[in-house]
């Protein structure tokens, strides 16, 4: 039974978003410290299984004149080149240090896309309004406008669950996500409701290492450089 | 009296289910080709999504509607009249159209096809909506964003169709139907090929901390750090006069009439329309959900819950624009 007195300020569903999140944001991290051959082939495995689940939208995709867009989450440790066309791709780059808007070899892409990870994770996912975003300011292009917006509206044009999507090249662990995902908003209520019963020190210190796991400090996570 | 009928927007299949799924009594979409007015970059729908969206929405009692509502050109009629042909072979309920060519060969060639009078027609007056639906038995008209709830209830009186007028999204009151902004900065026509302001010829640029947009070279507006941005058309730029910058056309705002209800039934308005077929699901589904809630209160005789769209809307602001024309 919960506790009467831990009223959470976030809902169960928003906690477990969030914790899927956090979690796809270390994979993220982990993709280029994988060496570029192992990440590519990885990252094109991932395009195959979303390929697979989606054909209109990655038919639509390779139907486009081929270009590159520059994803790039602003608060991650990774940005994304995908590249349109016949040869479609998907290519990971390290961003270093956390917070630097230049990437190297960023003259090659024809269009960029840039926001918080989460929003543009939402935004893929079709569970957030990219204009609503863009007329906010959280969200900003650069470039060739027409290019991104028909990979907006062809992704908007699916409903994609990426997380679902990703976790089933995992094989057999794939079925374990559905259960994760049910169960992980009621314990992770259960955690902050513990968590603030620690006293000061503790719970500064938990929100340390938190932070350290999800590679938002620079040079402590799996995110950062090595 | 009958209800409100709410109609909402759809640029692709998964909007289209959002915005069904979401309560919408009808659905307005577009062919992927120059016949409609949002011919944007993977936006509409081929004839197999048309077919699907049918079944889908049939099955669901929720008509749809598909918008033909650009302009022919002259030796080019073909895109059209397959438009209006295929509209009717894959069983819409009701085609949206402006032109007086296309629409005679709609009524002739498609005698049981409902017609609705588009926006685009910019019909406003009794003598104008009056020739639509004798001439060619159009059903419906939508209409242009122009009038005050008096004017929509004086014009309503003596007109023996139903209206249907917006609700919710972008704002184009200018001259719906004849706008030439875009065309003159781009080439490009809106009434022609369907694209205001289109996306090849934009572009953002940081300038510091501000953003800039630019419609076919012209810099049309920098929006300061952390100001709200709008839309990149033209009559909604912010120009320098007298060394003053100001909007001198429109301003980046969303119209939002859901506390004008009550005045709409009261003026006869048959159906609402919520404007955004470029947006994402994302949006169709918020909207429409908060749309859905407010009319069921309001047919059920309970007061119109405050729901809160501003994350919705452009520039950060709302309006009611001409209904109420706050302005004068």
Same mark, same amino acid.
């Given at each position: 039974?919960?506790?009467?007195?831990?009223?959470?300020?976030? /809902? %169960?569903?928003?906690?477990?978003?969030?914790?899927?999140?956090?979690?796809?944001?270390?994979?993220?991290?982990?993709?280029?410290?994988? !060496?570029?051959?192992?990440?590519?082939? #990885?990252?094109?495995?991932?395009?195959?299984?979303?390929?697979?689940?989606?054909?209109?939208?990655? +038919? %639509?995709?390779?139907?486009?004149?081929?270009?590159?867009?520059?994803?790039?989450?602003?608060?991650?440790?990774?940005?994304?080149?995908?590249?349109?066309?016949?040869?479609?791709?998907?290519?990971?780059?390290?961003?270093?240090?956390?917070?630097?808007?230049?990437?190297? !070899?960023? !003259?090659?892409?024809? %269009?960029?896309?840039?926001?918080?990870?989460?929003?543009?994770?939402?935004?893929?996912?079709?569970?957030? +309004?990219?204009?609503?975003?863009?007329?906010?300011?959280?969200?900003?292009?650069?470039?060739?406008? %027409?290019?991104?917006?028909? #990979?907006? /509206?062809?992704?908007?044009?699916?409903?994609?669950?990426?997380?679902? +999507?990703?976790?089933?090249?995992?094989?057999?662990?794939? !079925?374990?996500?559905?259960?994760?995902?049910? /169960?992980?908003?009621?314990?992770?209520?259960?955690?902050?409701?513990?968590?603030?019963?620690?006293?000061?020190?503790?719970?500064?210190?938990?929100?340390r290492l938190e932070a350290r796991l999800s590679g938002l400090v620079p040079g402590a996570g799996p995110g950062a450089a090595s | 009296m009958d209800n409100f009928e709410l109609i909402c927007p759809a640029g692709t299949p998964a909007a289209l289910r959002a915005a069904v799924d979401a309560g919408a009594d009808a659905v307005y979409l577009g062919f992927r080709d120059e016949t409609n007015a949002r011919n944007f970059p993977g936006l509409n729908f081929t004839r197999q999504d048309v077919a699907d969206a049918v079944a889908y929405a049939h099955a669901r009692k929720v008509e749809i509607f598909v918008a033909i509502n650009t302009y022919p050109q002259a030796g080019n009629l073909d895109p059209w009249r397959k438009a209006v042909d295929d509209a009717a072979r894959l069983k819409v309920d009701a085609v949206i159209l402006a032109d007086l060519g296309l629409l005679e060969y709609a009524a002739k060639r498609h005698p049981d096809l409902r017609l609705h009078l588009s926006v685009q027609a910019s019909a406003a007056n009794v003598e104008a909506i009056r020739l639509y639906c004798d001439a060619f038995g159009v059903r419906r008209v939508v209409l242009p964003r122009v009038l005050t709830v008096p004017e929509i209830a004086r014009l309503n009186a003596e007109i023996d169709i139903e209206t249907e007028v917006f609700v919710f999204g972008g704002l184009c009151p200018m001259a719906e139907g004849r706008c030439s902004l875009s065309s003159y900065a781009t080439g490009l026509s809106p009434n022609k090929q369907g694209v205001c302001s289109p996306a090849s010829h934009v572009r953002y640029e940081p300038r510091g901390s501000a953003l800039a947009s630019t419609l076919g070279g012209f810099t049309i507006n920098v929006f300061g750090e952390g100001e709200p941005a709008g839309y990149p058309t033209l009559c909604k730029g912010r120009f320098v006069a007298r060394d003053t910058p100001a909007y001198l056309f429109e301003e980046p705002t969303s119209l939002n009439a859901m506390d004008l209800l009550p005045e709409l039934k009261a003026a006869g308005v048959r159906a609402l329309k919520i404007e955004g077929r470029q947006r994402g699901k994302a949006y169709i589904g918020a909207v429409v959900r908060a749309y859905r809630e407010a009319l069921d209160s309001f047919a059920a005789g309970r007061p119109v819950p405050r729901i809160d769209l501003q994350a919705m809307v452009e520039g950060g602001t709302q309006t009611t624009g001409a209904y109420t024309r706050a302005w004068r």
């Open positions: 039974m919960r506790d009467p007195d831990v009223t959470p300020t976030v /809902n %169960a569903d928003d906690r477990a978003r969030r914790f899927e999140t956090g979690l796809s944001l270390v994979g993220l991290g982990l993709v280029p410290r994988l !060496g570029e051959r192992v990440s590519d082939a #990885l990252l094109a495995r991932l395009l195959r299984q979303l390929a697979a689940r989606h054909p209109r939208a990655f +038919d %639509a995709l390779r139907e486009m004149q081929d270009a590159r867009v520059l994803i790039e989450p602003v608060d991650a440790p990774v940005a994304l080149m995908m590249r349109v066309g016949p040869n479609l791709s998907l290519h990971a780059l390290r961003r270093e240090p956390i917070g630097a808007c230049a990437l190297a !070899g960023l !003259g090659e892409a024809d %269009a960029v896309i840039r926001g918080p990870y989460a929003r543009l994770l939402d935004l893929l996912e079709g569970r957030i +309004d990219g204009d609503a975003l863009f007329f906010r300011r959280e969200l900003s292009i650069a470039g060739d406008t %027409a290019l991104i917006l028909a #990979l907006r /509206n062809t992704l908007d044009g699916e409903e994609m669950d990426l997380m679902a +999507d990703a976790a089933s090249l995992a094989g057999p662990l794939a !079925g374990v996500l559905p259960v994760l995902r049910r /169960n992980a908003g009621p314990v992770l209520d259960r955690i902050e409701a513990a968590r603030r019963l620690l006293p000061p020190p503790l719970r500064r210190g938990a929100a | -």
